[in-house]
């Protein structure tokens, strides 16, 4: 539940997957790629390419839905098992805005005040994540069985978005969800 990587700064509105172009292709700004062979779980809002994978579209995906019924494509699988993931990522963010309720609601500074009240907010947090602060909002939002993985950055190569990325990571999630529907077979 620690916080790898904060873009704090970009002004209006934009939508997620064009503040992760943006900072991706820009190698000034420091983003931390996943290692070969690994990858970030994201959302379907964002390109299934090298590096990020995202879940199946137009496939049941929130962990509500499997309650009713459990997965029975292997696309449903894999979206079950990807939404658990994710779920830790919410989890953090649940932290984060129920220990800093100025982020829901910034107050009118000026904008690089906002900006830096965002960066220090998730700094404090990671600082009590990393060093096991005793925490009842951490204890409150996390799950004894739930492991934290140590993230470590990879290199400042680009992010594929053409179509031999976005080929690679859906050979990828394909097979990953071959090996969850065959496990849950057997």
């Excluded at 839905?65 to 939404?83: S, V």
């Excluded at 190569?157 to 057997?186: C, D, H, K, P």
Aim: positive net charge; proline residues 5%.
């Amino acid at each position: 539940m620690i916080f790898t990587y904060v873009w704090a700064g970009w002004e209006g509105i934009a939508h997620d997957s064009r503040v992760l172009k943006e900072i991706a292709s820009n190698p000034t700004f420091g983003f931390r790629f996943p290692p070969p062979g690994k990858y970030y779980l994201c959302d379907a809002a964002y390109t299934n390419t090298r590096g990020f994978l995202a879940p199946y579209r137009n496939t049941r995906y929130w962990l509500a839905d499997f309650r009713r019924r459990r997965a029975l494509t292997k696309e449903e699988r894999f979206n079950h098992a990807h939404a658990q993931l994710r779920n830790v990522i919410e989890r953090a963010y649940g932290v984060l805005k129920a220990r800093f309720p100025i982020l829901k609601q910034m107050a009118p500074y000026p904008f690089p005040v906002q900006r830096d009240v965002v960066i220090a907010c998730f700094a404090v947090h990671n600082f009590i994540r990393k060093y096991n602060i005793q925490d009842e909002l951490f204890m409150g939002f996390e799950e004894i069985t739930m492991a934290t993985p140590n993230v470590q950055g990879g290199g400042s190569e680009s992010i594929e978005w053409g179509s031999e990325g976005v080929e690679y990571m859906t050979t990828l999630r394909n097979q990953i969800a071959n090996q969850l529907f065959s496990s849950a077979s057997s």
